[in-house]
């Protein structure tokens, strides 16, 4: 029999005895013998128990110290790990393996915490011995996810960790990054050397509310993202206008196989900086806020094959557009044009301010939904308003507003995230107070 054969029938024959032994397992009394445990090569065990969810893993582990010994040399992988600072200042942990980290790598951790059933709480201090640990046990964190005061020490210590592995192939790998908020200036150096860590596997990079303070930290850390070869997905949304990163993010991104961007508060980014970076033509997902970015600027001809290949793309219109404007209207009405019959156009508009002018407060929402949905039926689109700034009172009369004043819109069907309106071939879908785009795109797609 062949090789590949032979190994083939191995393997069926060691998944259905580990499914028995599963069974026994479960119900196998405390004091009986293991001599009766399948002796199977351990090799073949081994890549059972690499495909055994980590809490499986666990119990198999229970059954014998050669099972044992076995499954602690297997890599640990963690789709999710969470840390977040409450509003108590406590830090809680999430994680979709909690039982498995309070039973195995926190089972003689002496420190306190606090099982709240879907998330671990702690103090600072423990927090960071926690993450010692696992950065100490743990191969791969499929996405980590770090939003507490303390992000920049947290960075470190997986940072120096990882640092002080001889072997380069047994330091951790973080398949997708998500930091929100910054405290101190070196945070950012510290973020910038966990991408490095991550450069070879990393396929997702999310950077909310954060801060580079300096050209060289900008270049630094722009310059470590361009090592990310697998990247796919970058969100980096400074909590102030960036006045550092326009020629850096360029450089870092224009070669990358991005399918996903959102950047906002970039100085002087040009629409030219995002048709270099889109130019492979594996751009699906665009949102982007600028100051220099308006919906006119993106329909200028360098940006013509980026925007005809989107899936969504997101702008945000302020005081300056005006819906009483031909101007902006044929601008909107051009984007809406370019992007393909499927694409959908999500709308972030903060009106004027209204609070010297209550009583128009209400209409002004009808106006602005009645304005969106034209367009989204003259040209045939589908368009997600959110409207910014206004309640949700106001928001819903505007919407029962336009039902009862235009005979050709229609109500279309439930949706948690807010109201569909449907007029012609047009759609738009007006989303409710606490609802934001992308809500439901937890993961790449």
């Known amino acids: 029999m062949p090789r590949s054969g ?22 196998r009394p405390q004091n009986a013998s293991t001599s009766k445990l399948p002796l199977l090569h351990s090799d073949v065990l081994a890549e059972i128990f690499r495909r055994l969810p980590l809490r499986d893993r666990a119990r198999a582990r229970q059954a014998s110290h050669g099972f044992r010994r076995l499954v602690d040399e297997l890599p640990i992988r963690l789709p999710f790990l969470m840390f977040h600072t409450d509003k108590h200042g ?79 192939a047994h330091r951790i790998s973080i398949e997708q990054l998500t930091v929100i908020g910054n405290t101190g200036g070196d945070d950012f150096d510290w973020y910038r050397k966990l991408v490095l860590l ?25 310059q470590a993202v361009g090592q990310c070869h697998k990247l796919e997905l970058l969100q980096y949304e400074p909590c102030r206008t960036d006045h550092l990163s326009r020629e850096y993010i360029v450089e870092a991104l224009e070669k990358k196989p991005i399918k996903n961007l959102t950047i906002t508060n970039i100085d002087n980014l ?33 940006l013509h094959k980026t925007v005809a290949s989107l899936n969504t793309l997101l702008i945000q219109v302020e005081a300056d557009f005006s819906i009483d404007n031909p101007g902006d209207r044929d601008a909107i009405f051009a984007l809406l044009r370019l992007l393909p019959i499927t694409a959908t156009l999500e709308v972030v508009h903060v ?27 003259e040209a045939e689109r589908t368009i997600k308003l959110k409207i910014d700034g206004l309640g949700q009172e106001l928001t819903d009369a ?24 449907q007029s012609g071939l047009g759609s738009l879908l007006v989303l409710d107070r606490h609802t934001w785009f992308g809500d439901e795109d937890f993961e790449l797609c």
């Open 398 to 421: 505007g919407a029962g507003r336009v039902l009862r004043k235009c005979h050709e819109v229609t109500r279309g069907p439930y949706t948690p995230d807010g109201l569909w309106l």
């Open 90 to 168: 406590n830090v809680e942990l999430l994680c979709d393996q909690l039982d498995f980290l309070t039973g195995r790598l926190l089972a003689r951790f002496s420190g306190r915490y606090e099982h709240l059933g879907d998330a671990l709480l702690m103090d600072t201090a423990t927090a960071e011995a926690v993450l010692r640990i696992i950065a100490a046990h743990v191969s791969t964190i499929a996405h980590l996810w770090l939003d507490c005061k303390q992000n920049g020490e947290m960075a470190k210590i997986l940072v120096e960790a990882n640092v002080g592995r001889e072997n380069v």
């Open 198 to 222: 991550s450069r070879k596997d990393a396929k997702a990079l999310r950077f909310r509310h954060v801060r580079i303070t300096s050209d060289e930290q900008a270049h630094a850390f722009w």
């Open 6 to 27: 032979l190994k083939a029938k191995w393997l069926l024959k060691a998944k259905l005895k580990l499914q028995k032994l599963r069974i026994r397992l479960q119900t």
């Open 351 to 377: 009106p004027v301010s209204t609070s010297h002018a209550q009583p128009s407060t209400g209409n002004l929402a009808a106006r602005i939904i009645g304005f969106w949905l034209a367009l989204a039926m």
């Open 270 to 302: 040009s629409p030219c900086d995002l048709g270099m970076i889109g130019a492979k033509g594996r751009l699906r997902e665009l949102s982007v806020v600028a100051d220099s970015i308006k919906p006119e600027a993106l329909t200028q001809k360098c």
